[in-house]
C-alpha cells in the first residue's frame, strides 16, 4: 500500500504538509529547520503506530512516543501521546517565563485538547489571573521594558493612591466637613473656584506643552508625577492657613489638571511604544487594569491608615512624606527601566558625541541609561527645526548666501553668538532629511565645546575660533562636505545598532519651504 492511501486510510483528511507544518506558513513566518525535523519524526511515528494498529502490533512504546505538538507563543511546547483507548494525552502545560514545567500528562475532556486555562501557565487560576491583567501574547507582544516599567509603576501608584487619601482628608477638613458651623454653600464655592481653576490651567498647558510632550516623553512623565507630590503636599498644608485655603487648593487643583494632561499624555506615548503588535488598544486596557487593582488595594489600605493619623497632623505628614520618596524613587525607576529605540534631541546628542569622541555608535539600552532625566538634559546648541523661511532672510542677497552650498532638502542658518541652529526643511524633507539636519546642527555645536573630534572637525573648529563670527554661513557650507562623508557611516551605525531610523521623536515644527537657487540632491 502507498504512504499517500495509507495516510487516508489512517485518518481520513490528513493531509502531510498539515502535519509536518502545522498549518500553512508564510514565508516570513516558515518554522525552523528544527521545527520541521521534529515534526517529520512526529509524523514517521505517527505511520508507524498506525500499521501497528491495524496488525495488532501496537505496544507500550508506540504508546509513549509523541505523536505531534504544540505551542503558544513564545512558551515551551508540549507534545501529544497516543492513550491505550485510542484518545490523546497531552503533556501539562510549562511556561518558561514564570518557570513551571513538568513532565505531568493530563487528559483533557474536551475536543480542544487543551483544558481550561491560556496555555503557558500553570494552572486554570493563574492562566485568568494573568489574561485579566496582561495583554495578550505577552511577553512576546509587548516590547522587553514593559515588565520592570510596569512593576515599579504599580509601586509608584500604590504610593501616590495612599498620599492621596491622605491630601483628600486635609482638603475635606478645610473645607468644613464635621465642623457644625461650616457653610455649605461656601464649601460648594471653594470647590467650584478650584475645579474652574483646573480645568482652565488643562487647556493652557495642553495649549503650550502638547507638541512637546512626545518628544521628551520620560523627562514629562517624570515631571508629572513630581508635581503631583507638590499639588498633594499643598493640600494637606492648606487646612494649617485657614485664610489662604482658597488659593491653596486652586493652586493644588492646577498642578494636578496640569499632571493629567502631561501624565496622559506621556503615558500614551509610552504605550505606542511598548505595543509591539499594533496592539495599542489592549496594552492600554491592561495598564488601566493594573492601576484599577493597585488602586483598590490603596483605598482598602487607606481605610485602615487614616483612623490611625487623623488626630495627629504630625504624624500624617511623616507618612506623607514617607510615601512621597518611595512615589519619587519608584517613578525614577520606571522611567529609568525604558528603553526606547527612536531618536530625541537628547538621545542623538549623546550617540552622536560618542560617536565623534570613540567613533563607535551607542546603542539603544546603553544610551537610555545614560540620558539625564533631572538635569543637563538639553545640548549646548540651541536646535529649532521646521521655522519659516522668511525668518531667516530679508533679502536676495541673504537668500543666495543661505542657499549655497546646500544640496539636501534643507537650509541651516547657524548663529554663533547665540550657538542658535535654525533648520528649514524643504516640502520634500523626510525622516532621514530631518535626522541628518539634527545631526548637522549638533555638530556645528560640537565645534564650540570641548572634547576630541576627527581631523576635519577639528580643523573647523579652529577656524570657527579664530575667524569672525559673520563667516558662519562658510562653515555650514564645509560642514555639508564633511556631513556627506560623516552622516552615511553615522546612519548605518544606528541602524546596526538597533535604532528605529525610519522614525524619530526630534521637535519639529510644521514650517515648509521650496527654493530653486540650488540643485537638490536626493530626498529621503
Request: hydrophobic share 45%; net charge neutral; with cysteine.
Amino acid at each position: 500500500m502507498s504512504e499517500r492511501s495509507e495516510r487516508k486510510s489512517l485518518a481520513p483528511g490528513l493531509d502531510k504538509r498539515r502535519l509536518v507544518s502545522g498549518f500553512p506558513f508564510a514565508k516570513e513566518d516558515c518554522p525552523s529547520a528544527a521545527a520541521v525535523a521534529e515534526r517529520k519524526r512526529s509524523l514517521a511515528t505517527f505511520l508507524k503506530w498506525g500499521r501497528r494498529k491495524r496488525s495488532g502490533m501496537a505496544d507500550d512504546a508506540s504508546l509513549e512516543a509523541p505523536l505531534c505538538s504544540e505551542q503558544f507563543g513564545s512558551g515551551a511546547a508540549r507534545s501529544c501521546c497516543a492513550a491505550a483507548d485510542g484518545g490523546l494525552q497531552w503533556e501539562a502545560w510549562g511556561w518558561r517565563w514564570w518557570g513551571f514545567s513538568g513532565p505531568v500528562t493530563v487528559k483533557p475532556e474536551g475536543r480542544d485538547g487543551g483544558g481550561e486555562g491560556a496555555p503557558g501557565t500553570a494552572s486554570p487560576l493563574l492562566s485568568r489571573l494573568l489574561a485579566v491583567f496582561l495583554p495578550q501574547g505577552f511577553p512576546d507582544s509587548v516590547s522587553p521594558d514593559y515588565l520592570p516599567y510596569q512593576l515599579w509603576d504599580s509601586v509608584q501608584a500604590f504610593a501616590s493612591s495612599l498620599s492621596g487619601s491622605l491630601a483628600t482628608h486635609a482638603v475635606l477638613l478645610g473645607i468644613g466637613v464635621g465642623n457644625a458651623k461650616a457653610s455649605v454653600s461656601a464649601a460648594t464655592a471653594t470647590w467650584l473656584v478650584k475645579d474652574s481653576t483646573g480645568m482652565l490651567g488643562r487647556i493652557v498647558f495642553a495649549w503650550w506643552k502638547g507638541s512637546k510632550l512626545d518628544c521628551n516623553a520620560k523627562q514629562w512623565r517624570l515631571f508629572a508625577d513630581i508635581l503631583n507630590d507638590v499639588a498633594m503636599f499643598l493640600e494637606i498644608m492648606a487646612p494649617v492657613y485657614p485664610i489662604c485655603f482658597t488659593m491653596i487648593v486652586c493652586t493644588s487643583n492646577l498642578a494636578k489638571c496640569i499632571v493629567s494632561v502631561a501624565g496622559g499624555a506621556t503615558r500614551a506615548a509610552l504605550t505606542m511604544h511598548q505595543a509591539r503588535r499594533n496592539n495599542m488598544a489592549d496594552v492600554s486596557a491592561k495598564d488601566s487594569s493594573q492601576e484599577t487593582l493597585v488602586n483598590l488595594a490603596g483605598l482598602l489600605v487607606s481605610l485602615l491608615m487614616l483612623p490611625l493619623v487623623s488626630d495627629s497632623p504630625g504624624f500624617s505628614l511623616g507618612c506623607f512624606f514617607l510615601l512621597t520618596a518611595l512615589h519619587i524613587y519608584a517613578n525614577y525607576r520606571a522611567v529609568r527601566a525604558l528603553v526606547i529605540e527612536t531618536l530625541n534631541e537628547g538621545r542623538l546628542w549623546l550617540v552622536l558625541k560618542h560617536f565623534l569622541q570613540r567613533g563607535e555608535v551607542l546603542g539603544p539600552t546603553s544610551a537610555n541609561q545614560m540620558e539625564p532625566l533631572w538635569t543637563g538634559f538639553w545640548p549646548s546648541v540651541s536646535l529649532s527645526l521646521g521655522v519659516p523661511l522668511h525668518c531667516l532672510i530679508s533679502s536676495v542677497f541673504e537668500l543666495q548666501q543661505l542657499v549655497e552650498g546646500h544640496q539636501e532638502p534643507y537650509l541651516l542658518h547657524w548663529d554663533q553668538s547665540k550657538n542658535h541652529v535654525q533648520v528649514v526643511l524643504s516640502q520634500m524633507a523626510g525622516p532621514e532629511t530631518v535626522l541628518r539636519a539634527a545631526t548637522h546642527g549638533l555638530v556645528l555645536g560640537a565645534l564650540r565645546g570641548d572634547g576630541p573630534l576627527p581631523g576635519e572637525l577639528e580643523e573647523l573648529r579652529n577656524r570657527v575660533q579664530a575667524g569672525p563670527e559673520k563667516e558662519s554661513w562658510v562653515i555650514v557650507r564645509e560642514m555639508h562636505r564633511v556631513l556627506d562623508k560623516l552622516f552615511p557611516k553615522f546612519l548605518k551605525g544606528l541602524q546596526d545598532a538597533g535604532w528605529k531610523t525610519e522614525k524619530h521623536q526630534l521637535e519639529v515644527d510644521e514650517w515648509r519651504a521650496t527654493w530653486l537657487l540650488s540643485p537638490e540632491k536626493k530626498f529621503s
